[in-house]
């Protein structure tokens, strides 16, 4: 029997964005770690913003699985779990990340590429949904194309996309008619995650490049 495990996730590491060429590199995240405290915690610096790395992890799966750092091992755990198929998802994107059209281009774009590889070494079992940038319809239009000519199966959407509503009714009015690449949106809940965010300036002197 067929088993699809329609919402797993990846954690973003720093390969996630070596996708990112010339101009585009200077809007790589950092992971920067707090200084002057027993804190353990973990942050992504995207866009002069601090985010909390993800802390909904699943201790009992190798880091290298989770972050996908060894695919092979990914795939042994699914056969371990009786899972056949598993549909990727972003974890970082799950709140809004910056409001610059050409740095959420520069992140989705690394972002799919690194997905798309991760499908190459997936034996057809690591299905994903693309990260669209809906600031720039041409490039969104042009990511969901590549997304599903490398085994996206859906475009990821955050349950808070509602401030773009007109961007999506564009998004499909923008394909002129019906076409065998459209992908269906993934429509993902609104989460508290949104707490995690910390502007660079409030405490600039607490946080430490961990790179």
């Known amino acids: 029997m067929l088993t699809i495990d329609a919402d797993a996730h ?21 992971v920067v770690g707090a200084t002057g405290s027993d804190s353990k915690d973990e942050y992504w610096l995207v866009d002069g913003t601090l985010r909390l790395k993800s802390r909904n992890v699943g201790r009992n799966t ?3 699985s989770r972050e996908m750092r060894d ?15 598993q549909v990727l998802y972003p974890t970082l994107f799950l709140i809004p990340l910056t409001p610059r059209p050409e740095v959420e281009l520069a992140l ?9 590889d991760i499908w190459k070494q997936g034996k057809e079992r690591l299905r994903w949904a693309a990260v669209v940038p809906l600031m720039t319809m041409d ?4 990511e969901a194309r590549f997304a599903k000519e490398n085994g996206a199966c859906g475009i990821f959407m955050r349950g808070t996309e509602a401030i773009y509503c007109s961007a999506i009714r564009i998004f499909f009015r923008s394909t002129k008619k019906p076409a065998a690449w459209i992908l269906p949106f993934a429509f993902t809940p609104p989460t508290a995650a949104r707490r995690s965010i910390i502007t660079t300036s409030t405490r600039p002197s607490a946080f430490q490049s961990s790179s």
């Open 139 to 142: 490039q969104a239009i042009a």
């Open 71 to 85: 695919v092979p091992a990914r795939l042994t755990h699914m056969d371990e779990l009786g899972v056949s198929i």
């Open 108 to 116: 989705s774009r690394s972002y799919n590429r690194w997905l798309a």
């Open 10 to 30: 990846v954690l973003e590491t720093g390969q996630t964005w070596e996708y990112m060429d010339g101009a585009e590199r200077k809007h790589r995240p950092q």
């Open 62 to 64: 190798p880091q290298a």
